[in-house]
Nanobody, 126 residues
């Protein structure tokens, strides 16, 4: 069983930056893939970025060039660096992990990930 705890969300003006963190615990020795998803009110959950344990990444077109995903396995921590934030980035951001086999780079599909955090809110004002 893997537990995920996100942090780093908050309120920021458009053009600003935030860095989200997700600490994993319990059975983390084989988190093959990890990712970030977001869900805005009234909208479906969408994949933002995902990273394979060997380093390959997949970034959604909507955030490409602005967001960067990384992981520090020594700290069991996943990061999402978000720059040039826009009001449309406002959402609850969720960390996800899969300990089984996953593709390289991982798919940005919520059904692909077994473990989820509780989310951290990001609000971008214009």
């Amino acid at each position: 069983q893997v537990q995920l705890v996100e942090s780093g969300g908050g309120s920021v003006q458009a053009g600003g930056s935030l860095r989200l963190s997700c600490v994993a615990s319990g059975g983390t020795s084989s988190t093959a893939c990890m990712g970030w998803f977001r869900q805005a009110p009234g909208k479906a959950r969408e994949g933002v970025a995902a990273i394979h344990e060997f380093g390959s990444t997949r970034i959604a077109d909507s955030v490409k060039g602005r967001f960067t995903i990384s992981r520090d396995d020594a700290k069991n921590t996943l990061y999402l660096q978000m720059n040039s934030l826009k009001p449309e980035d406002t959402a609850m951001y969720y960390c996800a992990a899969e300990i089984g086999v996953c593709t390289s780079p991982p798919l940005l599909s919520s059904g692909y990930f077994e473990y989820w955090g509780q989310g951290t809110q990001v609000t971008v004002s214009s």
